[in-house]
């Protein structure tokens, strides 16, 4: 069977709880989500009040605070909340990612190679970590200096910590992560440089991904995970999967029995965090980004803007301001979507009120760069 891509991109809703929010708690949520994006604290916040029906932020606090919830870099080299006990399999499956990544040419020009970094690695986990300590981030570079000096610390700790399997710590402030960084880990930790618990973790990766966003292609999921599409390929290969025809004639894989909504179930509006997973999920972004909006809302710096998501596409951007939600649109929307859209500013400052009204500040540079548009000011709660 062949899929339209307004099939595909309800399906995708629809796994994502985009088409009606779920009545549902936070861990599940980020259990259906298959990881949410955190670089941002706040946007674990918003990607979940997107999704769960009547959505309390401090059932996420909660869930940080005794670790159901763990915030670290699993999938796609960069932050995401997961449940915690899938952390450990996804963090394995893309070990080998990693590593070339962050222990190769990112460290290079300190004279430290690869195997020296992972060895490094390895010492300072056992050396701060072992018993279930929390160190800052300070701690590790200082332990790092005494081994190496301090010039070299500096060089080499930001390969390290993105590489090592280090949880960010709740510290507080309004979304459970302050500006100071505190590091801990789990009791039991991944496998590190371990091919064959890479490609047996692998596979389990490749399902939740096919789960949470399918039916998706090969390089969907290596482009999710971060990780080489061969490695894909043998993984799909061990697993039952149905397949189906992309638009373009592509092959793509979905779990047997897996529900396929129809392409006319309607999709309502919402206002997307920032790095939105629903967005970068994909080799193809087109399933949620129109392609004439995608360098606009997704820079070269790796910057993903907060959108609005219209009919199940990206439609423009928001930013919060005095008196509520600025929503830009890069083509004109009707009435009822704006009505709907004012509904979901009223929520969200109301969400975003008791902790901290005006987010994503830093990125609003951004805005001198947008296309031709309209703007409309939605009032807040």
Not at 91 to 116: M, V
Not at 274 to 294: C, E, I, Q, S
Not at 356 to 361: G, N, Q, T
Request: net charge negative.
């Amino acid at each position: 069977m062949q899929l339209t891509l307004r099939r595909l991109n309800r399906a995708t809703l629809d796994r994502q709880s985009l088409l009606v929010r779920a009545d549902t708690d936070a861990v599940t949520a980020i259990r259906g989500a298959v990881a949410v994006q955190a670089q941002s604290p706040v946007s674990p916040y918003i990607g979940l009040w997107n999704r769960v029906a009547g959505f309390d932020p401090a059932d996420l606090d909660a869930a940080y605070a005794d670790r159901r919830i763990l915030r670290g870099n699993p999938v796609r080299m960069t932050l995401h909340a997961v449940a915690a006990d899938e952390y450990r399999p996804f963090r394995e499956a893309t070990e080998p990612s990693l590593y070339a990544a962050k222990l190769g040419g990112r460290i290079a020009k300190s004279g430290i190679t690869g195997p020296e970094a992972a060895a490094l690695a390895d010492d300072l986990f056992a050396a701060l970590f072992a018993h279930g300590e929390v160190r800052t981030a300070r701690e590790c570079e200082d332990w790092l200096a005494g081994r190496l000096g301090a010039d070299t610390a500096k060089q080499v700790w930001p390969g390290i910590r993105q590489y090592a399997p280090l949880l960010r710590v709740p510290t507080g402030g309004p979304w459970s992560f302050a500006d100071t960084v505190s590091y801990a880990a789990l009791p039991e930790p991944p496998a590190m440089r371990d091919p064959e618990a890479a490609d047996a973790a692998l596979a389990t990766l490749v399902k939740r991904h096919i789960e949470g966003f399918g039916p998706v292609s090969i390089a969907d999921v290596a482009q999710f995970a971060m990780v080489q599409r061969a490695r894909v390929k043998k993984a799909v290969a061990a697993l039952d999967l149905e397949l189906y025809q992309g638009p373009n004639g592509e092959v793509l894989f979905d779990l047997p029995g897996a529900v396929l909504p129809d392409e006319d179930v309607p999709a309502p509006p919402r206002l997307m965090a920032m790095w939105d997973n629903v967005f970068l999920a994909f080799h193809d972004r087109g399933r949620t980004v129109p392609p004439d909006y995608r360098t606009t809302l997704i820079r070269n710096n790796g910057d993903v803007l907060p959108m609005l998501l219209v009919d199940g596409l990206a439609a423009g951007v928001w930013r919060t301001v005095e008196g509520g939600i600025e929503a830009t649109a890069f083509h004109p929307l009707p009435d009822d979507v704006w009505d709907a859209l004012a509904a979901e500013a009223k929520s969200l400052t109301a969400l975003l009120a008791d902790r901290e009204p005006d987010v994503y500040r830093r990125h609003r540079h951004w805005w001198d760069k947008l296309p031709d548009h309209e703007t409309v000011l939605l009032p807040g709660a």
